[in-house]
């Protein structure tokens, strides 16, 4: 399986590599670029089907007693909304960029293990069909993206809905679970000449501890899942009450991954900001151990506090506290981190592009969701405050406001190098603002209508008790949110027809990214790079005394790449397949899980003794 | 696993394999895994309201004897991976049939203790014991029927003349996850049937 892109001495040269093209040169493409283009394309495509989702729900609570929405059909909306953006946008927009740009960064020709990373792209896509393929049933899932025990037992959710979830989910985990070994392993051992540890840009740092927290994190709600899934299915009693059941347990369980999961989605954003605030400073990240110590903090402490979900279970003074305790030291190497982003500013040569505005937006309304966050650390705030849209307001600052303000800021720089085309800086300002207003119009009445006493997932509201203007507000809110997606969309497409003409190195970068031709060629570096410190191109412009020529295009003779494959895709059917039968077990019975696990292994036996190349 | 040839390995950072970092890091992740199962079991020990009860079902000797088995079969293993290293084909194809034997004893064993059990008028239905128990040494002899799959793999590889001393370590990342396999036992043996 280790089929590391190196060149060999005495390798019998191929023919130069030829830019493939065609449909099934993507199905069997191996290469780290192509299948960070993939999860973009794709998590970007769930990422618009859960932001439709959000409108719709928009539109129904734009008025009171509005019937737009049936009531079953809102508690599906919402379920996927939340499930959607979660594991299917933000999640895999993050995964894009470790796939393209991790190995860029580290010096590296691909990641530690080429086909498994395919691997896991194809297992969350067909993961990501699957959970959506439930609309076409009528039955997407309606239990919350927490899916609290009992609500998601047999008895009171009957229909295939939960089943969905439950299936969904664990091909999801498979997915992640693959990539983070990769990605782990990938930064441990693939690092180039010179790239100790604390010389790696602060976006591996970041994505190097997400990858620890899937580890760790994953594995606790595949557990949980199995439990949920023996008791719909095979009629066991784990989260029954009246057969000494725990519902608790559940929510025990659902935390200890659900909230390493929160930093699982904002510390890869953490990284992108981190990358682009130096550069468009014209000045070194400012505290870079302490960012990465503060890191390591955050993801440390994420394990210990998840019951800060629960306050309002009743867990009992002293559980409280600590969790509460727990809580609020967060806030510590949280506010370190925003500190020294502010640092890195200081006094810095702005250069007021596209990217900067989205970080600094990031910065603002990650402030507002931290400080809201620390309020309901505190229980007596916590009990009135759960269950409301106070919490809605919360996590829409830190997971939209953070995480996606900072994909976004993503996009914008690195476009160039991931398709050799500058995105138009005019509609990206547009794009800006309207996300911006569009945010906070949507958001910001959250905190009041939550104070205020509106509890969230319920499908509408009567009239006369104060709501209806500030949900009008939101409508229109979101509606100028969705709106600036569409501006993006348009640029992506304007910048598609122009030539391709972005230069190697477009905003003075300090990583070994902006070394190579924009975009990369398949082998990503014609000599392996050699690093001396912490910001390697820019001391090589100093070095040079000015910008340094643009890169040559070369042949890339000589240089070994692993070849392609279709075992990944076959064996990433078999996994759903797999998931699937288990889900259909009273249908197709024993026999067809047996087929599905049989396919699965001739899957992995192919894979296993296909010769690497 | 693969067919190529590892003498051409590029340099790692570590120094160390990928495929041995990559085990690894998924043995730390199983951790959890086994972690969450575990913390389950205890957690619903003693709340059942019926029975069967672990004091009246469940059986110290013969699954003694299939514990001793699968811990003797990880120094079996080691034993094999030393005739890999080696070059010693002998050592290496008769411990490593060794440890397959012990591995499909201990498959062998559960799937006997299961179909007693169910006999004896437990299963997964039955109560929180039957549907803990059930998912946990399930799901740990799961795991050993995979490691005897992929143990059987590397040695008809072996057996082909296919596993020389530098290929031994497609053999030793199959025995991480063996000892990784036998070690989980080592908790579960004592909290399960030691601790009824």
């Given at each position: ?23 099934w040169s993507?199905i ?24 439709l ?7 129904q ?8 929405l ?21 999640m ?25 990373n ?18 076409l ?39 992640s ?21 604390m ?21 606790v709600?595949t557990?949980?899942?199995i ?45 992108i ?15 870079y151990?302490?960012?990465v ?5 955050i ?44 640092g890195?500013?200081?006094?810095g ?8 505005y ?6 603002a ?13 505190s229980?007596p ?42 995105l ?10 309207l996300m ?27 009239a ?20 600036s ?11 598609a ?26 082998f990503?570096?014609?000599d ?8 390697p ?6 070095a ?7 890169p ?27 998931f ?7 249908t ?17 036996f ?5 010769p690497?190349? | 696993m ?7 390995h ?25 972690a ?10 003693g ?44 050592r ?24 007693h ?21 399930g ?18 590889t ?37 601790m009824?």
């Amino acid at each position: 399986m280790s089929t590391s892109a190196v060149s060999h001495p005495g390798h019998v040269p191929a023919a130069a590599h030829a830019e493939k093209t065609g449909i099934w040169s993507w199905i069997t493409t191996v290469d780290h670029k192509r299948i960070g283009v993939l999860y973009g394309a794709s998590a970007f495509l769930f990422f618009l089907i859960g932001g439709l989702e959000a409108l719709l729900l928009r539109i129904q609570l734009g008025s009171p007693e509005n019937t737009f929405l049936s009531p079953e059909l809102y508690n599906q909306l919402f379920t996927m909304h939340g499930t959607t953006m979660i594991f299917l946008g933000i999640m895999p927009l993050s995964a894009a960029f470790f796939n393209f740009f991790i190995p860029l960064m580290i010096g590296a020709r691909d990641v530690a293990f080429p086909r498994l990373n395919a691997f896991s792209f194809w297992v969350f896509l067909l993961g990501g069909l699957f959970l959506n393929s439930s609309f076409l049933f009528g039955a997407a899932p309606n239990g919350g993206w927490f899916g609290y025990a009992n609500l998601t037992s047999r008895q009171y959710s009957p229909g295939l809905n939960i089943d969905f979830w439950v299936i969904g989910l664990q091909i999801l985990g498979v997915s992640s679970l693959a990539a983070a070994v990769n990605f782990f392993t990938t930064v441990v051992n693939m690092r180039a000449k010179g790239m100790k540890l604390m010389r790696m840009p602060m976006f591996v740092w970041m994505s190097f501890i997400t990858q620890v927290l899937l580890l760790l994190a994953f594995p606790v709600i595949t557990v949980a899942l199995i439990l949920l899934m023996f008791d719909r299915l095979f009629g066991t009693m784990f989260f029954t009450a009246s057969l000494g059941g725990d519902p608790l347990l559940w929510q025990h369980l659902f935390w200890i991954f659900g909230h390493p999961e929160v930093y699982i989605l904002i510390l890869p954003a953490f990284g992108i900001v981190s990358e682009i605030l130096p550069v468009f400073s014209r000045k070194p990240l400012f505290g870079y151990a302490a960012m990465v110590f503060s890191g390591v903090f955050i993801a440390f402490l994420g394990f210990g506090v998840w019951s800060h979900h629960m306050f309002a279970t009743g867990m009992g003074p002293i559980a409280d506290t600590v969790f509460a305790l727990g809580t609020m030291l967060i806030a510590i190497p949280t506010g370190v981190k925003i500190f020294n982003w502010i640092g890195t500013l200081a006094g810095g040569s702005l250069q007021m592009k596209t990217p900067l505005y989205f970080c600094l937006g990031f910065i603002a309304m990650f402030i507002i969701g931290g400080l809201s966050g620390v309020m309901h650390a505190s229980p007596p705030a916590d009990l009135q405050q759960t269950d409301s849209y106070f919490i809605v307001a919360h996590f829409h600052y830190v997971m939209f406001g953070g995480s996606m303000f900072a994909l976004v800021a993503g996009a914008y720089y690195w476009w160039p190098k991931m398709f050799g085309r500058m995105l138009s800086e005019g509609l990206g300002k547009v794009h800006f603002w309207l996300m911006l207003i569009g945010f906070n119009l949507t958001f910001f009445p959250m905190h009041f209508l939550g104070l205020h006493g509106m509890p969230r997932r319920v499908y509408t509201y009567p009239a006369g008790l104060g709501f209806e203007t500030m949900n009008m507000i939101e409508t229109v809110g979101s509606m100028i949110l969705g709106f600036s997606f569409l501006v993006f969309i348009y640029n992506m497409i304007v910048t598609a027809r122009r030539p391709a003409d972005a230069p190697a190195d477009p905003w003075n970068g300090a990583t070994l990214e902006w070394s190579i031709p924009s975009p990369p060629q398949e082998f990503n570096f014609a000599d392996e790079p050699e690093v001396h410190s912490r910001d390697p191109l820019w001391e090589r412009k100093r070095a040079h005394g000015g910008p340094l020529p643009e890169p040559q295009r070369v042949s890339g003779a000589g240089i070994h790449l692993p070849n392609p494959s279709f075992w990944p895709i076959v064996t990433a059917l078999g996994v759903a397949s797999v998931f699937i039968s288990i889900m259909m077990v009273h249908t197709i019975g024993p026999i067809g899980i047996a087929a599905a696990v049989l396919f699965f292994f001739f899957g992995v036996f192919k894979w296993a003794f296909e010769p690497a190349g | 696993m693969t067919d190529h040839a590892h003498a051409l390995h590029p340099p790692t950072t570590t120094g160390l394999d990928n495929r041995k970092v990559a085990i690894w890091t998924f043995i730390g992740s199983e951790c959890l895994f086994f972690a969450s199962l575990i913390s389950t079991y205890l957690v619903y020990k003693g709340r059942d309201t019926r029975g069967p009860t672990p004091d009246e079902i469940l059986q110290i000797p013969l699954v003694t004897f299939g514990t001793a088995l699968l811990l003797f079969s990880s120094l079996f293993v080691v034993l094999a991976l030393n005739g890999a290293q080696s070059g010693n084909r002998k050592r290496l194809i008769l411990w490593l049939g060794m440890t397959i034997v012990c591995g499909l004893f201990f498959v062998g064993m559960q799937v006997y203790e299961f179909q007693h059990f169910v006999h004896e008028g437990l299963k997964m239905q039955t109560n929180l014991f039957g549907a803990s128990f059930y998912t946990l040494t399930g799901f740990h002899g799961t795991h050993v029927t995979i490691g005897v799959i992929w143990l059987i793999t590397v040695f008809i590889t072996a057996l082909r003349g296919k596993l020389p001393p530098e290929r031994a370590l497609n053999l030793e990342i199959a025995a991480l996850y063996w000892h990784f396999v036998d070690v989980v036992w080592i908790v579960i043996f004592p909290v399960v049937y030691l601790m009824k």
